[in-house]
């Protein structure tokens, strides 16, 4: 009787075990990364880049869907609304994680939220000047402004935006007052600055330096930290005036709420994605400096920036939309 009686346990024992779900490794389908930005720009060209890395490394397709607008908050918007189970992630900026909460009275997405997954790396502009100003360094730019307090003119991407904001930094470490001109994009802003419209122009390194390579215009400095080692012989604004910089960062995140054991398997594949020599060389070529793709290195360049971005919109006077 007790060994039938064990054996009918064993039984349904083993019958339980074949009924339960195995729950499968994650990833299991396609993932989703949405980029704030639209098809054909350089973020755009830097998502398609990773998702073709990320897809190898992860064995499942990644899939670019973009939406753009509203500096970004569409997007973001979005991606904090999915599903917290790592299918929809998102190509964050400094102006989705930063920027936008000094910029929006009341944001549609929560930029502390998010579930960090890894930096993907750094792009710095560099400042130019049209032909038409004949000045051969960053002293020339300053001189010239001390002398014509207010008059020389200097482009951006738009109120508010990196380019406008390293603008309102250089005022105030060089101590000079300049004309600030927006426009929608560097491919508006540059075609002004060629012509000599405007005199000076904080832009990114993929679109700036093939005009200055063209000497269609001349390049003063970079604003990273240190010199960019794809062009060694840029000096950074920071060499003249200490503590500048001001740049565009890119990163991937996941929805609040995402494990982070699902979060884990995607950084582990940024991380060997960003140790690619292909990605890097094509990253550089983009004017991207790589990251290492740790989540610990998004957390300390938020906290080093929001001081300066908050003191930088309020000195501008941008309107809080």
């Known amino acids: ?48 880049l990773l998702a073709e ?15 753009a607008g509203a500096a970004t908050t569409i997007g973001a918007s979005h991606v904090m609304r999915a599903e917290p189970d790592g299918y929809t992630i998102l190509l964050a900026t ?12 009341s944001l549609s997405y929560d930029p502390d939220a998010f579930a960090p997954i890894g930096m993907i790396g750094v792009g710095p502009m560099v400042l130019l000047s049209s032909k038409k100003t004949g000045f051969d360094s960053l002293e020339d730019v300053v001189k010239a402004a001390k002398e014509k307090p207010g008059e020389l003119s200097i482009a951006s991407f738009g109120a508010g935006t990196s380019s406008h904001l390293a603008a309102e930094y250089f ?22 600055l060629i012509s000599g419209d405007v005199d000076l122009f904080f832009d990114m390194v993929s679109t700036g330096m093939p005009q200055a390579e063209a000497d269609k215009v001349d390049v003063h400095a970079i604003t990273s930290r ?26 991937l995140v996941a929805p609040p709420g995402t494990p982070e054991a699902t979060t884990k398997v995607v950084s582990d594949a940024l991380k060997a994605t960003l140790a690619d020599e292909e990605v890097r060389r094509r990253m550089l070529v983009m004017g991207i400096e790589p990251s290492d793709g ?25 309107a809080i939309q």
């Open 226 to 251: 240190e010199r960019m080692s794809s062009l060694p012989d840029l000096p950074t604004v920071g060499e003249t005036y200490q503590g500048f910089e001001m740049t565009a960062w890119f990163t």
């Open 294 to 318: 740790s989540p610990k290195a998004l957390a300390q360049q938020i906290k080093q920036e929001l001081p300066i971005i908050e003191s930088l919109v309020e000195r501008a006077d941008i």
């Open 53 to 67: 890395h990320l897809a190898k490394k992860l064995g499942q397709s990644v899939v670019v869907e973009n939406r």
């Open 171 to 192: 005022q105030k470490l060089a101590d000079v007052e300049l004309l600030h001109v927006p426009f929608k994009g560097s491919t508006q802003a540059l075609p002004q």
């Open 94 to 105: 400094n102006s989705t994680l930063v920027t936008n909460r000094f910029l929006f009275k």
């Open 1 to 48: 009787m007790f060994r039938k009686g064990l054996k009918l346990a064993a039984a349904a024992l083993l019958a339980a075990v074949v009924a339960t779900p195995v729950a499968a490794a994650y990833p299991e389908r396609a993932i989703t990364m949405v980029t704030p930005f639209p098809a054909g720009g350089a973020t755009d060209g830097l998502a398609r």
